[in-house]
């Protein structure tokens, strides 16, 4: 997974808090099309998560969800409604007409 310059900013500001800690990416079955992103900070790495490091960011990749975005590109993203990151993932083959779930 690669992370954009804007997603690093974000990721950065998010793990500069006065309590560090780790930010983990996964997948959570929920939503029309089956899967969704789900964030979530923890305190240490599990047994068998991912790292990814990319300009001195680094973040978890749940072991559960690593063949469902492999490949994709995280991006922050920011408009008059909404401020959220973005998935890229190039192994999707449903998605749902929000764009809130995913199907692999």
Request: neutral net charge.
């Amino acid at each position: 997974m690669t992370l954009t310059p804007s997603a690093l900013s974000q990721l950065r500001r998010l793990l500069s808090q006065p309590d560090p800690k780790l930010i983990r990416i996964g997948v959570k079955n929920r939503g029309c099309s089956g899967l969704a992103y789900h964030l979530e900070y923890v305190e240490k790495p599990a047994a068998f998560d991912e790292t990814v490091e990319q300009e001195g960011v680094r973040v978890l990749i749940d072991s559960k969800a690593l063949f469902s975005i492999i490949g994709s590109e995280m991006d922050w993203v920011e408009d008059k409604l909404n401020r959220r990151f973005v998935f890229r993932n190039p192994n999707i083959k449903e998605q749902c007409g929000c764009g809130e779930s995913f199907m692999v």
